[in-house]
C-alpha cells in the first residue's frame, strides 16, 4: 500500500529519460511503420521523436495502473510482446533494479533486448502453453499491441496465461482495440483492405468482438473487441479483478485494462470479516447445524419405584364466589332515592 505523502509511481516520470538507452536496433520494424504514417507531414528525422513518445505513453499507463493497484514497487517485470525493447527501455529505465523478462516471437527482438537492456530472454509462440517461463511469477505484466492481433480463442488463451504468471496483487496490463479504432480506421489510416475490415466491423457491431487474418500471416491480423466482451474474457478467470479501464488510454489510440491478481471473491479489509455481524447470518451460522432429534428420556438401571410416573395431584377446591359491590351500592342507592 502506499502511504499517503510518500513518493508515488508518477515520479517515474521525471526521472527515467536520463537513465533511458536510446539505442535502437536497425531490425526494429515499429520504426518504419511509424515513420511511414507521418511521412507525410513530419520530418524524417521525427520518427525518434514519436517512437520514444510511445515509450513514455507506455510508462504513463504503467504509472496509473501502479496508483490504481497501491503498487509501490515492482521487483519483476514480464514485457509480453517486447518487440525490439520501445518500452522495454523505459521499463528497464523506470525500474533499474527489477527483473525484466523480455518475450517476443521475434528472436531477434528478444536478443536485443537481453544484450541491451539486461532482460532475461524467452522466446515466444503462438500457442501461449509452449512459451516456456517455467513457475516465474511477476508484479507487472505488461501486453501491449498483442490481444488487438489476435482471434477470440487465442486472446482468451493468452489472457489465461499471462494471469497464470502473476504473482499476488500483481498488476497485468493489457490492450485492445476499442470503439475509436472504428474512426481512426475511416479517418485517419485503415488497419486493413476493406473487404476484411467489414468482416471485422460486422462481428464487432454483432457479439462485441471482430477478427479478420492479415492476407500474409494466418492466425496473425486484426481484432476489434468492446469494453463489455474484454471484460466478459477476465471475468472468466476469477482469479483476476479488474480495478482500471481507460478508453484510448495509451497514445489516445488503443484501449488500456488493468487487473490485479486479486480474487473478485476473496475477503478483504474490515467490510469482510472472517465471521459475518450476527444480523446478516443464518439460522444455521448463529446456532450450528440442527442437533438430531431424540426420543422420550427414559431412566436406565433404576428401580421401578423410581421409573413410576408420580400420581396426578388431587384437583384444588373451588374458590368461594365473592359478591360484587356493584349490586349492594344500587341497594343503597335506591334506597335514599325513595326517601327523598
Known sequence: MIELGAATPLDLLRTYRRRMIEEVSPNDQMVLPQDAL???????????????????????????????????????????????????????????????????????????????????????????????????????????????????????????????????????????????????????????????????????????????DYAESPGYGVSLSSVAWVQQAIEADPSLTTIGLMEKGLGNFQDVFVCRKWPIDAPRGPLHPKRRPAIYQGETEMLGPPRPARGPRVSVGLSPELQRQPAAAAPAAPTPAVESPRPLLQRLAGKILGRS
Open 38 to 212: 507521418d511521412s507525410a507531414t513530419l520530418p524524417e528525422t521525427d520518427w525518434c521523436a514519436q517512437y520514444f513518445w510511445v515509450t513514455e505513453e507506455a510508462l504513463r499507463v504503467v504509472a496509473k495502473a501502479m496508483l490504481l493497484g497501491e503498487q509501490p514497487e515492482i521487483r519483476r517485470i514480464l514485457d509480453l510482446p517486447c518487440g525490439h525493447g520501445r518500452v522495454l527501455r523505459g521499463l528497464r529505465a523506470a525500474f533499474p533494479e527489477a527483473e525484466i523478462t523480455a518475450c517476443d516471437i521475434d528472436r531477434d527482438g528478444v536478443d536485443f533486448c537481453a544484450r541491451t537492456f539486461g532482460a532475461l530472454p524467452v522466446y515466444g509462440d503462438p500457442d501461449p502453453d509452449r512459451i516456456e517461463l517455467g513457475d516465474a511469477t511477476f508484479d507487472l505484466i505488461y501486453c501491449g499491441s498483442l490481444l488487438t492481433h489476435l482471434d477470440a480463442g487465442p486472446f482468451r488463451r493468452f489472457l489465461a496465461k499471462m494471469s497464470r504468471h502473476l504473482a499476488e496483487d500483481g498488476l497485468l496490463v493489457f490492450t485492445t482495440h476499442g470503439r475509436w479504432c472504428l474512426t481512426f480506421h475511416r479517418t485517419i489510416m485503415p488497419f486493413i483492405a476493406p473487404e476484411p475490415w467489414q468482416v471485422i466491423e460486422d462481428g464487432f457491431r454483432a457479439t462485441g468482438f471482430g477478427y479478420h
